[in-house]
Each structure stands twice: as structure tokens, then as C-alpha cells.
């Protein structure tokens, strides 16, 4: 009899992704469905999708979702947290999502301590409307609203979520993990699920910040868009463990 | 046993007796009190109270819980009402119950704080994007800011629709005896769609999105059919004098009340005047209205605000006999001023007051 | 029966209660009644009242558009309420606030120097009951033991060890005109 080697998780359901060649929501969906069966915890797990390119989420994952306006999914999860306290709840969202339109959502959510999980997906664009500045774009990248690069004279500085997350009291763990190739992906599966273990434990808000790519709007095959993820997003997002029971740590 | 209770304080009172534990919120005058109150009286009753970061928050925090199958609130005033749109726009394409309270106040942009009416259109024409309505109660004094409340979870459970409690800043502070319902609600209707965990059945979706213009045109139409039964059996009016009116007065909430004086000193001034005062202003009672006024040689609508439900009025009278009174920016008619435009639109012909059309 | 009223003065003269506590007394005497108090940023700093409705009937309009009693605590409120009550009306002054002659002739006026007798018996924050006690007494619209009884339930906490002295002061302003029962 031949050995299983890959199957796919109960917390996912076999549709299909609609994701883009390479794109890493795929990878991201999956190691948060990976956790979820590990923790036995799919039958009552809420998550709520936000709006962007993962807005689909509640078609993949085996659970009861909601799907939130744009940006609020922090305070949806909120909602569903406080009435249900005894049930694991997550979001997942996007940059443009989490930093931009949702950024008061996610500041009190976290200053709350509310007793939820965030996945955070950075990939330094807005992706699902075709590539536009992100709050997380990287000064002179290229985007089609800032064509000769961002310009930080006129459009600013990206904005470092985990970091100015981490200044609160309310989180009880937030690190900024990657995908860019198979021991990062290993290490944000921990980090994730420590997040997971963290909100079972109730001791705060938890969020796990990812570092994503996204081939299609950057122009790039998968594998040159995690080279570049590499080269020039790790610089300005260190990773690491940003807050955590057994304190901070950053990767070398 | 009646008990004085201040008009915000009463919703929130009512509220808690409804079943309602969860309430998000943020301040903003003249509807705070409400805050306030279920600020102390939630906890005591087990359930939770948040004071959210702002107005788009709370919206969102009452769309997760509704979601998770729980009756819950939210209130503020016209700024943040303007605030909440996107949310509500959501609960009801999402058809997720739940109530949600305007006191209004005088605008539009921050306006003031004194009483006005002038979010009629908001509230029920939808107020936010997408084709959708949610039925809007108006209460005219303290004890129906408590039964509606009521009323407005159960219909809000019955059709799965947020339901709006359109009051003023001058029901939501002032205070009279009310009675509050003898038997709370304990049990809360059964919610099989409710995102709580999917333990022993297929997973529950709460969503807004389809992407497919024929799947959603089919969400529209299913919404349609439902706003549909609701105008034909919602609707409510309260009448007054009505029989054998000449002029139908067509006021709601606090400023019917006024109307009403106007109307009985008319009446004692040998001039048939009526009123006609919708309790739901969505569904507009349009039926009772066309009956009330069938005979009648004129129609007022009186109303804090520049002419806004004289819209519904006109569509349920025809244009033909629809005068219009109102006050803006927070000032409140008086009886006096509505009795003088009742007097304006008739005259003494012959020794007897009668009517000439608009 | 229907009584208007209008309660005005300083934020802090203790207007507000005033009307609260005639409106619940006229409850517990099974009357329909109606309180309507001004609100927002005219309560900081400048004058604050209530509007009062106590009936035998239900009421329809709660407002008070033509008081047919006013009490005044303060210049600015005698200013703005006094012309407003209708010919007959009554109008009590806090006489020791209030020194402005009034002008106009059609209206039963009561001076009472609800400040001098409250500072008598405790402090100048009981003025509000002398002067609710020289109405209770002057009009009987509802009686001394609803409002004593009303203060019993609607006296804070904080305030319940001057119960004693706010019944004094009712009783006060009562004994200005006639005795108190």
C-alpha cells in the first residue's frame, strides 16, 4: 500500500483557487487550513474574508465564514468574537485592505486585545483591482498609480504594520513571516499556528503579518517575484517575531 | 407599573427586555444616553456592551454578531448614521437582523444637535448603495419608543433585515411613564444560518458578493419579493378624526403629537381636520392615507424637515390637494403655526369654514 | 386639567430635577405627564430649563409653548420666559436672585427668596424645592407627599442623607403661603 504524502486538508473545500499562477494566497490559504485541522478546531472556527483578491476565502475554507466590507473585517470578527467568546475566530486580509481603508479597524482591534487572529497578507500592492499603490508599497516601486515609482515626497512611506502594531498592549503575538521559499513557508506555518494556539489560550490579539508575492501585477514569473520579494521587501519588513509570551525576537 | 423614563433611555431599555444583549455604539448627542444606559445595564444582564472606535466600526461589530446569530443594536444620529450606510447597505444584503436607532438631529453636515427629521430619505430610501429598504419605525412618544423597539427585533428575526427606529433628540430626552413589557424575551427564534461553528452540519457563508450579474440579479429579485411582503403587510398608521375630515394632516413622530393639538383645536373650531400618522414609514401606509384623505378637499404634511415624506404623501394622495409645513435646523413647529396653516388652506365661506384645494 | 410649565435658570440650580420630580409626582397620582428638558452645549454655562406637562388627559403635544406657570431662577430666564407665559399665568421669581422688575401687569407674580431660606437651612442648592414647595402650596397641581414620596425614589445615592433637608425646604417654601401639609 502506498504512503499519503499530500492530501489536501479537511479545512479546505476541493474548489478550486482562483488565484493567479503563483500567487501566494494559495500557499497562505493553506497553511492556515493545515493549522486549523492540527488543532482540531475546524468545527468551530469563524473566519471572516475581507475584500481584495482573498475575498473569495469563504469558498476554500471548510467552515463558517463571513464576508466583510472592505476593511472592517477586524471589527466583524469583533462582533462575532464577543457574542461567540468560546470559538476561534480569524481574518484574513489584504494590505490595501488591513493598512488603508481599514486601518482604524485593525489599530483598536489590536489596542482592544481582542481575542481574534489576523492574517495579514502584504504583497505590497492592491492586487485584486489590477495592481494600484498599496500602503505597503516600497518607495520607487512601480505600480499603474505610481507609474514612475512611488514617489515618497508625494505619496509617503509605507507603512510597517507589525512594528506599529506591536507598540499596543493589547497584542499578545504579531510576527512578520514569508513565503519566499520552503523554510520560510515551514516557519510562518509556526508562527501561524502560534498565533491560533495563542487566541485558544485567550490571552490577546494575535496577527501574523506575510509577506506575499504577486507575480501577475509585478510583472514577474513566481519564481523571479519571490527573488524580488527577497532582494527588496525583507529590507524594509524585517522578519520576526514582533510580540510574543516568551518575548521579541528577529530573524537574522 | 409605570415608570418615568427618558426616550433613550427607554430603547435601551426595551431592547435588553427584547432579548437584545449586544449593543455597539459611539457617541454622538442627542442619542448618548442610550449609550450610557446600556453601558451599565448590559453587563448586569450578561450580554455586552462596546464602545467602538467609530460609527463604521460599530456598524461592522453589529453585522459580525447578527451574523453569529445574536439580536443586537446599534444607535447614533445623522452624521453618523451617514457614517453607517455602507454597513447597513450590507446587513441587508445580507439579511441580517438587526436594529438600528437614528435620532435625528438638525443637518446636513454636522448641522446641530437640536431635534429634526430631515434623515426621512436616508432612512427609507435604503441610505446606503445597492437596491434595498429596511422597514423604518417611528415612535411619537416614550411608551412606543419602548413597543416599537420590541417590535422592531421581532420584525427584524421575522423578515432577517435590519429594522430602523427613527426618532428625534427630542423623544430621545424627553421623559414620560412608560410601561415596560410584563415577559422578557428569553427565547431568541432559532437561527440555522448563523455562522457559529459548523459542528454537525454543512459550513454557513454570510456574504454579499456575487460576481455573477445573473446570480445576483436573483439575490435582487429575492430581496424584491421580501421588501414586497413586507409593504403589503407592515404598513401601520395611526388615525385620528379622520372620519368626514376636510383636511387630513400627514405627520410622524413627535411632530404628529404637535399636530394632533392642532387638529383638536381645529376640531373645536368647528373646522373638520383629521390626522393621519404613519407608525412605519417604511412600508409608507399609503393604502391608509389614500383611504383617510379619498374624501377629503385637502392634504398638510407637516414635517421637521424641507419636504421630505410629502414625496410618499403625494404619491399616495396624488399631487393635487398636498400642502406642506415644516421647520428646519432643529426648530419644532408649534400647534399654533400648524392650527394657522390649517386655517390658511380653508377660509370661512358663508359663515363656516371650508376647504379650497391646493 | 392640563398644566404647562417652564422650569428655568443656571446649569446647576438644579432646574432639570425640579421638573423631574413634578413630573414623577403627577405620575404617582395617576396623571399623564411630560418632561422635556433643553439639551446639549446651552446647559454649560448658560441657562438650562425644562418643560413640564402634567394632565388629566392624555397629552398630545408635549411643548410647552404657552406656560401657564414659569419659574425663574435667573435674569437671563425671567428675559426669555415671562413674555412667553399667557395672560393669567403665574410666574415665580427667585426674588433672591432676581431683582428685575417685571413689566408686564396680566400675571400673578410670587417673589420668593428661595435662596435666603435655603442658605437657612443647609445650602443655597436647595432653592429649587423652596421654590417647588411655594408652587406645590400656591396651585395644589400635585400634592406634597407625591413629591416628597417622588424624591424618596429619585434622590442619587449620594444625595439620599439630604432627604431630610429637601423635605424642609419644600416645607419652607410651602409656609410662604399658608401652611404646609
Known sequence: MANTLFVRPETLTPDPFHYCPGCGHGIIHRLVAEVIDELGVRETTIGVASVGCSVLAYKYFNFDMQQAAHGRAPAVATGIKRVLPDRVVFTYQGDGDLASIGLAEIVHAAARGEKITVIFVNNANYGMTGGQMAPTTLPGQKTTTSPAGRSVDQAGYPIRVSEMLATLDGPAYIARVSIHNPPQIFKAKKAIRKAFETQLRGTGFTLVEVLSSCPTNWGMKPAEAFSWLEKNMLPYFPLGEYKAASGVSQDD | MKILMKGNEAIGEAAVLAGCRYFFGYPITPQTELLEYLSRRLPEAGGVFLQAESEIAAINMVYGAAGAGARVMTSSSGPGLSLKQEGISFLAAAELPCVIVNVMRGGPGLGGIQPSQADYFQATRGGGHGDYRLPVLAPACVQEMVDLTVRAFTLADQYRTPVMILADGLLGQMMEPVELPAAPVNELPAKPWATTGCKGRQKNIINTLYLNPEELEAVNQRLQEKFAAITKKEARAEEYLVENADIIVVAFGIVARIAKEAVKVAHAQGIRAGLVRPVTLWPFPEKILAAAAARAKAVLTVEMNAGQMIEDVRLAVGNERVHFYGRMGGMVPTSKAILEQIRKIGGIVRGKYAVRPA | ?181
Open chain 3, 1 to 181: 386639567m392640563t398644566e404647562k410649565i417652564i422650569i428655568a435658570g443656571f446649569g446647576g440650580q438644579g432646574v432639570l430635577f425640579t421638573g423631574q420630580l413634578l413630573a414623577y409626582a403627577g405620575m404617582m397620582e395617576g396623571k399623564h405627564v411630560s418632561w422635556i428638558p433643553s439639551y446639549g452645549a446651552e446647559m454649560r454655562g448658560g441657562t438650562a430649563h425644562c418643560a413640564v406637562t402634567i394632565a388629566d388627559e392624555e397629552i398630545s403635544s408635549p411643548l410647552v409653548e404657552e406656560p401657564g406657570t414659569v419659574f425663574v431662577f435667573n435674569l437671563p430666564s425671567l428675559l426669555k420666559f415671562a413674555p412667553r407665559l399667557k395672560p393669567g399665568g403665574m410666574l415665580l421669581i427667585n426674588s433672591s436672585l432676581v431683582k428685575q422688575e417685571v413689566k408686564r401687569n396680566d400675571l400673578r407674580i410670587y417673589s420668593v427668596p428661595a435662596n435666603q431660606i435655603a442658605e437657612k437651612i443647609k445650602s443655597a442648592q436647595l432653592a429649587n424645592l423652596v421654590m417647588l414647595g411655594a408652587y406645590l402650596k400656591l396651585t395644589g397641581v400635585v400634592s406634597f407627599h407625591s413629591v416628597a414620596a417622588s424624591l424618596e425614589k429619585t434622590l442619587p445615592a449620594r444625595r439620599r442623607h439630604l432627604l431630610p433637608y429637601n423635605r424642609q425646604a419644600l416645607e419652607e417654601g410651602m409656609r410662604l403661603f399658608g401652611e404646609p401639609n
